[in-house]
C-alpha cells in the first residue's frame, strides 16, 4: 500500500513539473489542467495511505514535498506567466507569499498532532489552493461566460483580471498559514456517512455536465470555491462547537 501511494504521489509530482514546463512554454490550458490532475493523484494516494495499518514519516513527508512543487511552485509560475509579460514587482512579492504560505502550512501540517486533524485540516489545504488558482485561470483562458452581477466590474475582463488574480492570491494565503478548519475526508466520511460513496458519481456526473456545456472551469472553480466558503461551518457542527 505504501509502495503504490509513493507511486501515486510521485505521478502528483510529475504533473506539477509538468505544468511549470507547460506554463514556460505558454501552454496554459495544458498547464492548469496538470495542476488539476495533480490535485486528483493526491487525492488517491491520501486515501491509499489511510488504507496502511502503519502508517508511513516517509510518505507524509514525501507529500508534502510534492505538495510545495505540485500547489505551490506550479500555480505561481502558472499565474505569474498568464497574466504578466514582462516582470512586476508586486506580483513576483505577493506569488512568492503564496508559495511561503504554502511551505509554511504544509511545514505545521507535518509537526501537528494526528488527534488535532481527526476531522479536518487547520489553514486550506495547499491542494485546494492551488486548484482554486488553476480553475481560476482555466475559466479565463477558456473565456468561459461567467455569471457577474450588473453592478459589479468585469473582474475577468483584461483590465481587473491582474487585480483579481492578486487578491485571490492574497485570500488564499491566508487561509492556509491561518486558524481556520476546513473539511477533510474523514470528517466528510461522518458527516455523509453511509451516504459517502454517493459523492463520487455525483461528482463525476457534475464534471460531465460541466464539459458537456464547455465550461469545465467554472464547473472544478465552483466546487472549489463550495469547499472554500461551506466547509467551515460544516467542521463546526460536527465538532459540536
Same mark, same amino acid.
Given at each position: 500500500?505504501? %509502495? ?12 506539477? $513539473? ?9 501552454? +496554459?490550458? +495544458? ?9 486528483? $493523484? ?14 508511513? #514519516? ?23 506567466? $498568464? ?7 508586486? #506580483? #513576483? ?5 503564496? %508559495?511561503?504560505?504554502?511551505? /509554511?502550512?504544509?511545514? *505545521? ?8 486533524? #481527526?476531522?479536518?485540516?487547520?489553514? /486550506? ?11 481560476? /485561470? ?12 450588473? +453592478? ?7 483590465? +481587473? ?5 492578486? /487578491? %485571490?492570491?492574497?485570500? %488564499? ?15 466528510? *466520511? *461522518? ?5 459517502? *460513496?454517493?459523492?463520487?458519481?455525483? $461528482? ?38
Amino acid at each position: 500500500m505504501n %509502495l503504490l501511494a509513493n507511486i501515486l504521489t510521485n505521478l502528483s509530482l510529475f504533473c506539477g $513539473f509538468i505544468s511549470i514546463i507547460l506554463s514556460l512554454e505558454r501552454h +496554459f490550458t +495544458f498547464a492548469a489542467w496538470a495542476i488539476i490532475i495533480s490535485v486528483i $493523484f493526491d487525492g488517491i494516494d491520501g486515501q491509499i495511505a489511510r488504507r496502511n495499518p502503519i502508517p508511513s #514519516a516517509f510518505g507524509k513527508e514525501l507529500d508534502s514535498l510534492v505538495d510545495v512543487v505540485a500547489f505551490g511552485i506550479a500555480p505561481s509560475v502558472l499565474g505569474y506567466v $498568464f497574466i504578466y509579460d514582462h516582470f512586476h514587482v508586486i #506580483a #513576483a512579492l505577493l506569488l512568492f507569499s503564496y %508559495l511561503l504560505c504554502s511551505v /509554511l502550512r504544509l511545514a *505545521k501540517y507535518n509537526i501537528t498532532a494526528k488527534e488535532e486533524l #481527526a476531522n479536518c485540516f487547520i489553514g /486550506l489545504p495547499t491542494t485546494a489552493s492551488g486548484g482554486i488558482l488553476a480553475s481560476f /485561470l482555466l475559466i479565463y483562458r477558456r473565456k468561459e461566460d461567467m455569471f457577474i452581477p450588473p +453592478f459589479l466590474p468585469d473582474i475577468l475582463s483584461p483590465q +481587473f483580471m491582474p487585480i483579481t488574480f492578486l /487578491l %485571490l492570491v492574497l485570500i %488564499l494565503s491566508f487561509l492556509m498559514v491561518s486558524r481556520v478548519r476546513y473539511l477533510n475526508l474523514d470528517g466528510l *466520511k *461522518k458527516i455523509l456517512g453511509k451516504h459517502i *460513496k454517493l459523492t463520487v458519481p455525483i $461528482f463525476l456526473i457534475l464534471l460531465i455536465l460541466a464539459g458537456l456545456t464547455q465550461k469545465f472551469g467554472i464547473g472544478l472553480f465552483t466546487l472549489f470555491l463550495i469547499y472554500l466558503i461551506f466547509s467551515p461551518f460544516v467542521v463546526k457542527r460536527l465538532n459540536g462547537s
